[in-house]
């Protein structure tokens, strides 16, 4: 493995997720309103920042344990526990945001799930939960064998990839839609591009460098752990740590 092209690619990956959330926060507090917890449209803004910081940037980050090279060596049970925990932080950020939006919808007698973007998003946020419980009791619990886990392990990767994906479907479907409605009715409407769209569109084109970057690292068979028969005889706790 090249550590050095890796550890690169890494700095430009913590500058695009850091720009995402950082963007998002400064798009809602100039020109949404800012932040609140109170029902209002202040209290969505809440929404597509905790989505995109839970739900893209964390899991992208989490997502990528594996890549690091001093995964490698020695057991992997540490590096299992910090996949895990930086997850469940993702996680955590999400039913935030979900919380976030709903109460929103609640408090303006808007309808809840109509909209593709809404679909998109709690079909990412369920498979989630899913790949989150599944990854914990197969993967880091003992019980499992390590037939079950080899069987397993492909779909861990591929649903991983794939939440990934739809939440960042998610994200600029919902950038889309929130400027639709926001710039409908004024003398700026969206299709003239007034500086709110211009930021909000390269917010969402910020996510999706972030992520297609990510699902990059992930698929690059240089980059990724190698199998415990694979590495130096000086490396018995891999196998013992699977």
């Known amino acids: 493995m090249a550590r050095g092209p890796f ?6 990956l913590g500058t695009l997720g850091s720009l995402c959330v950082l963007f998002t926060i400064y798009w809602v507090q100039h020109w949404r309103g800012g932040f609140g917890w109170d029902g209002s449209s202040r209290m969505f803004n809440w929404h597509p920042v905790l989505m995109v910081a839970g739900m893209v940037v964390l899991y992208g980050a989490a997502s990528l344990v594996y890549r690091l090279p001093q995964a490698w060596l020695g057991p992997k049970l540490p590096w299992k526990l910090l996949h895990a925990a930086l997850h469940l932080a993702a996680f955590v950020l999400t039913v935030l945001g979900l919380v976030a939006v709903f109460d929103f919808h609640r408090h303006s007698h808007i309808a809840h799930l109509y909209s593709l973007h809404s679909w998109l998003g709690i079909t990412a946020v369920a498979l989630f939960a899913c790949q989150w419980f599944l990854g ?35 994200v600029v479907s919902g950038i889309n839609e929130k400027l639709f409605f926001s710039l409908k009715n004024v003398t700026a409407p969206y299709s003239s591009l007034p500086p709110e769209a211009r930021f909000a569109n390269a917010t969402g084109m910020l996510v999706l460098l972030f992520g297609v970057c ?29």
Not at 139 to 155: D, Q, Y
Not at 231 to 242: I, K, N
Request: avoid cysteine.
């Open 214 to 242: 990510v699902l990059y690292v992930l698929l690059a068979s240089s980059w990724k752990r190698p199998e415990p028969g694979l590495l130096s005889d000086r490396q018995p706790l891999l196998q013992e740590g699977e």
């Open 7 to 12: 550890y690169l690619f890494s700095l430009v």
């Open 136 to 170: 914990f009791t197969i993967f880091l619990l003992p019980w499992a064998s390590l037939w079950l886990r080899s069987l397993l392990k492909p779909l861990h990767v591929f649903f991983g990839a794939t939440i990934l994906a739809l939440s960042m479907a998610s």
